[in-house]
């Protein structure tokens, strides 16, 4: 159960890093690759992100355009994404970040709107991309990389990454809808069974902390609609084991050497 009461909003919204990445250094691979694995490995997206681009006829390897995510790349062939060259990152690169609310979980978006890439500015060089996404008024914690391997892997559902929200509803949740929720609901695509929900201590029973692994889209609002119950605020304070201490709203930094190992171990 949760029962850790979770940290409330900060108003004022900034956007500046914490710490600085070094140049990026890259690298040509010295064994044929899988051109998705390839992608991935140039910090585009994740494998799974990188078939669909591929089928989509967005690749092209020395000029020729590549529908076939398993085409293998040799060390001296020349990549594109839609048409402009990419390399394999050989500095991996972990950024940890307190989205504010308004932001788009994409590395861009057609309407214009601002990115979660836009707030990195000018203070990240490398390339990255977002692990999973937070609906754009879901503030919280996001992470950001350039390790295609890794991404992928925490967001299979196979490896159960616990991720811990802080959910504000219109109206007190009752007793007996929580115990609905405990016991699991069957929504529009399926089965769902939180890992665990409690009221937030020493708050009004409109707030409370949902514990889920599941990465379905807008999960947790859906979650407390099924039941007639709106939520109008909606924080990630937990993922992976990574928390937002120290870290304001609109804020990021890097992930420690320490907490880079503790996520691979997740995996």
Same mark, same amino acid.
Request: glycine share 6%; hydrophobic share 35%.
């Given at each position: ?47 799974? $992100?990188?078939? /669909?681009?591929? &089928?989509? +006829?967005?690749?092209?390897?020395? =000029?020729? @355009?590549? *529908? ?107 007793? $007996?809808?929580? /115990?609905?929720? &405990?016991? +699991?609901?069957?929504?529009?695509? =399926?089965? @769902?069974? *939180? ?73």
């Amino acid at each position: 159960m949760i029962k850790k009461k979770v940290t409330g909003f900060n108003k004022k919204e900034r956007y500046q890093v914490i710490r600085k990445s070094d140049t990026p250094k890259q690298e040509t691979p010295a064994e044929d690759m899988r051109l998705n694995k390839f992608i991935a490995h140039c910090g585009i997206c994740s494998r799974r $992100q990188a078939v /669909e681009l591929v &089928k989509n +006829g967005r690749v092209s390897v020395n =000029g020729d @355009v590549i *529908v076939e995510p398993w085409y293998e790349v040799k060390p001296k062939d020349r990549v594109s994404l839609d048409g402009k060259p990419i390399r394999v990152e050989s500095q991996k690169l972990y950024i940890l970040m307190n989205k504010p609310k308004n932001v788009i979980t994409t590395a861009k978006d057609e309407r214009g709107r601002k990115t979660v890439l836009d707030l990195l500015d000018d203070k990240i060089q490398e390339r990255v991309f977002p692990v999973g996404r937070l609906d754009r008024t879901t503030v919280g914690l996001l992470l950001l990389t350039n390790d295609g391997e890794l991404a992928q892997k925490l967001s299979h559902p196979s490896h159960r990454v616990k991720k811990i929200y802080h959910a504000t509803l219109n109206k007190p949740l009752k007793e $007996q809808d929580l /115990e609905k929720i &405990k016991a +699991g609901l069957t929504l529009e695509d =399926g089965f @769902v069974k *939180v890992d665990g929900i409690d009221y937030v201590s020493e708050a009004p029973p409109t707030e409370i902390g949902i514990e889920i692994h599941i990465g379905r889209n807008r999960i947790v609002r859906r979650i407390f609609e099924h039941l007639g119950y709106e939520v109008i605020r909606l924080d990630r304070t937990y993922y992976a084991g990574l928390t937002k201490k120290n870290l304001p709203r609109g804020f990021f930094r890097h992930l420690t050497e320490r907490e880079v190992i503790m996520l691979k171990h997740f995996t």
